[in-house]
């Protein structure tokens, strides 16, 4: 099973019909209330304004966004009324990017709703828009049906790095009610048979209608990626929040990296906390092919060792910002402390039989009697057979971090703190395409080692606000201490 960050976008270039439905959308005007940050626009941090010729598109001055020290991702937007409309309807969201060391990715997103149930959610994650570079039009298309009432529409930075957004607009695109060629109807055929057989959530949808919309969706179509929204629209309709299309060139470097890939593979940090406790933290792993998940596995083993040496009381395992990605090496690597076995499984309540779990045996992760990550060292071996951990969870703990996160529920000697997961604690299943795109599809449910069903967000033994990742002065650390100390005490 596997997880991902990305959803697919297609554009084009539209000339705007709302006029000023998004209200600044040329980021001109400041709060009048408090002469900073930009009105009209939210964010958890204080939007700045760049008054430079060379960091604005057009005007006197653009948005500077940039990811805060120990974030992850930063974000704006606004909420934008929809007109009622008793049909099917098509928008497009079109800006303006500069960005300056982009580690991940940069981009406009958007979110539909109906009243406060969102319906489709859009991050621009598979345009790579990443690294630096100079001004370039960027738009973000979607789907919008007769029950959506809002837009949610911002610009977001996934990882550190500095971006800057300029001239934004909203768009309505007539839909084309052209042929669809033989190719692309079997195609989408395809698609649609393998969310409708598979998906875990498949007898929630009104398969008819969601059929008829996909195909007036895609009417006119003349290429592959010009389904991939239509493909999106219908995995929205599953309502997992998890399932999703990776395009074919995502899909590629998720396997067939370029060479050298793995010195740009985020690894696991670690040290030794107050000379007594062994603190790691772990990263999302959005890789799929064996070079660097290997490596990702390795890596960590050999950091285990290395603190190790310094005989820690206890452990200290950071997820607040484990993201997801591919869960097999984040079990491989940190195996020693989870211990062998079986420590979790996926499950479909539907299903009468139960399979085999997932393990870490030996160097070795996998489910069942197949191994998916295999580490190349030796593995290592804790004096003690199951150490005292103290697990750190968070609302950025997605997906295979929370893998991880029920891998080591109901392991002696661990406790949880934190706040609640993302609640993405389901399992993705992939489902190649002709073209190379991949369909990632919730097939079944997170279960700890002793079978207790998960699925939702996962709730930490002891409830802490978030604090500073940095080991210092950071309350959910702190409570993780207290905790390994009265262990020690016993």
Known sequence: ?????????????????????????????????????????????????????????????????????????????????????????KFSVTGFLKRDSIEQFAGIWVRVLAGDKSLFFNNMGDRALNGTADWIEIS?????DE??????????????????????????????????????????????DIIQKNALRRDSVAWPKVIDRAFLMASGANNYGACYPIITYVLNALGDHHSFLMPASMSKSWSAPEPDAVQDLPLTSGKILDGKYGYLQMPSVGVGD?????????????????????????????????????????????????????CGFFLDPSQKASPEGW???????????????????????????????????????????????????????????GEPTAGLSTANQDYPLRDGAM?????????DRERTLYGAKIIPDEQILAGVEDGQNDPVIEAAKRWLDQVMKK
Request: glycine share 8%; proline share 6%; with cysteine.
């Open 1 to 89: 099973m596997k997880s991902f960050l990305f959803i697919y976008l297609f554009s084009v270039l539209l000339s705007p019909i709302f006029g000023q439905s998004i209200l600044n959308a040329d980021f001109e005007a400041t709060d009048p209330t408090t002469g900073t940050g930009l009105q009209n626009w939210q964010s958890k941090m204080v939007l700045k304004t760049a008054h430079d010729e060379n960091i604005r598109h057009a005007g006197r001055s653009s948005i500077q966004l940039q990811t805060p020290e120990g974030e992850q991702f930063v974000s704006f937007y606004q909420m934008v009324a929809l007109p009622p409309s008793s049909s099917l309807r």
């Open 290 to 342: 064996e070079a660097r998940t290997t490596y990702f596995a390795d890596q960590l083993q050999n950091l285990l060792e290395n603190l190790d040496r310094s005989k820690p009381e206890g452990w200290i395992l950071d997820l607040r910002q484990n993201q997801g990605g591919n869960c097999w090496p984040m079990l491989a690597g940190i195996g020693p402390l989870l211990g062998e076995g079986v």
């Open 140 to 144: 973000n298309d979607f789907f919008v």
């Open 147 to 192: 029950t959506a009432t809002k837009l949610q529409i911002g610009g977001l930075i996934v990882g550190k790095g500095t971006a800057w957004f300029d001239d934004f607009s909203l768009s309505e695109i007539p839909l084309n009610q052209g042929p669809l060629p033989d190719t692309l109807h079997s195609y989408l055929t395809a698609a649609i």
């Open 359 to 417: 393990f870490y045996r030996k160097g070795k992760s996998g489910e069942g009697k197949s191994t998916t990550t295999k580490i190349t060292r030796k593995p290592y071996k804790f004096q003690q057979k199951f150490p005292p951990v103290a697990v750190l969870t968070g609302p950025n703990t997605a997906s295979s971090g929370e893998v991880v996160t029920v891998a080591f529920r109901k392991r002696p000697n661990t406790r949880s703190f």
């Open 439 to 447: 369909i990632l599809l919730t097939v079944s449910i997170y279960a």
